[in-house]
């Protein structure tokens, strides 16, 4: 199983921006690099839902109530995944949960990070 650690999350105003990371603490880097990832989000009193994966090889895809405003990334080398997210909205608000994909599935997530957009 792999160890993924999230954090970034917090209060941010609609319109505004925050940068989410998890990391991969006992994963060597040889290893990350070969991984698929992902982040899901799921809002109070709705289903967990995918918002962005990115493939060992580099090969994105969004949601589309994120695309334009959500870019994921990967820093193999600091075995870190990120989630910038941009021009937040009051339906943004979910706990967001990093993952390592298998054959296009979710197979290890981290424990979550909360974010909140509201004025």
């Known amino acids: 199983q792999v160890l993924l650690v999230e954090s970034g999350g917090g209060l941010v105003q609609p319109g505004g921006s925050l940068r989410l990371s998890c990391a991969a603490p006992?994963?060597?880097?040889?290893?990350?690099?070969?991984?698929?990832m992902g982040w899901y989000r799921q809002a109070p009193g709705k289903e967990r839902e995918l918002v962005a994966k990115i493939t060992s090889g580099g090969i994105i895809s969004y949601a589309d109530s994120v695309k334009g405003r959500f870019t994921i990334s990967r820093n193999n080398s600091r075995k870190i995944l990120y989630l910038q997210m941009s021009n937040l909205k009051p339906e943004d608000t979910a706990v967001y949960y990093c993952t390592r994909e298998r054959i296009g599935a979710p197979t290890d997530w981290g424990q979550g990070t909360r974010v909140t957009v509201s004025s």
């Open positions: 006992r994963t060597i880097f040889s290893v990350f690099n070969t991984f698929d």
